[in-house]
């Protein structure tokens, strides 16, 4: 087989990489957030499973969390103020920072019971004392829901929280009274980080495209070598102490990925590769 060599020379700073910092989309993650009754009437935020429903938007979430402005079981009317609260989200590193979600109701548009209304906000840890007493940081998103069966995705530039280690996404359900279900789902943070070649670091990778492996040369010893999606995700790291190597490639689907070398004294490379 012939080889193809891609050899690097470091010398040059590269465009940011944005890297997902912090996602959840099923139940499962949702269990892990922390809810507060503001309003007191013992309907809150919770994480549920809506695979199996027969409402189509429902089973489509699957996974998600749900806050009420309507009890079924005794057909009431609620008036949520109801917050939910993830988990710390480390930003460390970052110089810039996106989220995403998407918030949707399962009521139709013709019934007019999908006008749910709802904040969105990042908070510091220094924020979380005043959630439950009704002490709000500046939201970056207050609406109320346009339309029924459909879930209304949103993005935000958050890069005001870029380096910290503590930052939490925070929803608010309140505002509104004898709709039915706000549908929370689909949260992202991405962080941006500074992806920088230098110090000379050369590096050769054969073949590319790889099948099983892909092998390395380098002129100097790499301490690490890590796989990286598209997305910026770490797939996997593997410490080589060597400068010379195989990586095993054969788990990964077919694609384009990024490869990175990392030496003891901070010298860095980083290109892609293609599994095929």
Request: hydrophobic content about 40%; glycine content about 8%.
């Amino acid at each position: 087989m012939k080889k193809i060599l891609l050899s690097v020379f470091a010398v040059a700073s590269l465009a940011a990489a944005n890297a997902q910092v912090y996602s959840c989309n099923d139940s499962t993650g949702f269990a892990a957030w922390t809810s507060y009754d503001n309003d007191g009437d013992g309907f809150e935020w919770s994480a549920i499973d809506f695979t199996g429903s027969t409402n189509a938007l429902q089973n489509a979430q699957g996974g998600c969390a749900v806050s009420y402005s309507y009890d079924n079981g005794t057909a009431a009317a609620l008036t949520p103020d109801n917050i939910f609260v993830s988990p710390a989200i480390d930003l460390t590193g970052a110089t810039g920072a996106v989220l995403d979600w998407g918030c949707g109701s399962s009521e139709t548009t013709a019934s007019g019971w999908f006008e749910e209304h709802y904040a969105v906000y990042v908070a510091t840890t220094a924020d979380l004392p005043g959630l439950a007493t009704g002490t709000f940081p500046t939201p970056v998103f207050e609406g109320t829901l346009t339309a029924g069966e459909v879930m209304e995705t949103q993005s935000f530039d958050i890069s005001s929280m870029a380096g910290m280690t503590g930052v939490y996404v925070v929803i608010r359900h309140f505002n509104c009274t004898d709709e039915f279900v706000l549908i929370f789902d689909d949260v992202e943070v991405y962080g941006q980080y500074a992806s920088v070649e230098e110090n000379n670091l050369e590096v050769s990778v054969y073949p590319n495209p790889a099948n099983d492996v892909l092998n390395f040369t380098l002129n100097a010893d790499a301490e690490t070598v890590s796989v990286y999606g598209l997305d910026g995700k770490l797939i996997s790291t593997e410490y080589v102490n060597a400068s010379t190597g195989t990586i095993d490639v054969s788990a990964l689907a077919e694609g384009t990925y990024f490869y990175e070398f990392t030496t003891a004294d901070g010298s860095i490379s980083r290109d892609t590769f293609v599994k095929k």
